[in-house]
């Protein structure tokens, strides 16, 4: 009987969890999806062998280990803010299609690039990322890599928890909660993750909270004439920008050999004018 592990790195398998099962409110291996080995990762010594102890039949328990380690991070980070996993892994329909790929292509190549966007607009001020658990879980227990996930402090904008380097396998950074980067102390914080994943050639997955909008109401009501009413209205268009624009040059450079960067994260820049058309060409800063 073939082990099912090895199938699960199959990028047309849609769920992101395939053969675990919630029990008592915790991830566990399904019995029945793994009837290899009943879910154990361990086979057993045939009727009248000498052999009594069963030995270690594949990565099943290495895998599930890294899960249930990500199981504690995440109650230790939002359940004393009311978050559930299996609430928030609920409310998912299916894993996106573009992170199995992602997956899928850093498990089986040699170009290690994650893939960073923006948060939905409809997020809450501070809440765990469904995409960035979603795709880490599947990324340690589907793929058998070493996943951190980073956590950017909802206060302070610090790292709840930094990577490390020492990984026996594939490693994987994802990072949720970034948000408020015209703040220094949060984009230096960025800064150095990605430092540290470009440094080790580390996949990158990032999920980026927008700029405040700026307050075309406040600009009314003054009609932009009050000294501190058109400051407040330079504040909003600064927080406007593209997120990682406020990144320094390299660190956005050094984020884009790690992760694909979606349109919206970063500004272009104008190109001056050919000579001989006249015409300018935007390109993104680090490309040209």
Partial sequence: MSCRLASLAAPELAAPLAGLIWLYGELAPDPAYFACCAGEGLIRPALGADAAVPTLGCALRKRFAAVSALERQFRRTWEPDGFRLEVLLAAQKGLDPAGVRDL???FGTSVKRGRSALAPAEGLPSAP????????LAAAWRFGFDVELVTLDKASGKARS????GHTAPAAIFVENARRLWETTVAEELERLICFAANAAFPVWLEVHG????????AGATGGRDVRSQLAQR????KARPPLGWLAPEATS???SVSRLAAGLVPRVEKAPSPKTGKGKEFLPWSH
Avoid at 129 to 136: C, E, I, K
Avoid at 162 to 165: C, E
Avoid at 235 to 238: F, K, L
């Fill in 104 to 106: 899928h292509h850093v």
């Fill in 254 to 256: 050094r984020l884009a």
């Fill in 211 to 218: 700029g405040a909008k700026p307050d075309s109401a406040r």
């Fill in 129 to 136: 990322s469904p995409a960035m658990w979603q795709l880490a």
């Fill in 235 to 238: 504040i909003d268009r600064a």
């Fill in 162 to 165: 930094r990577p490390t380097f």
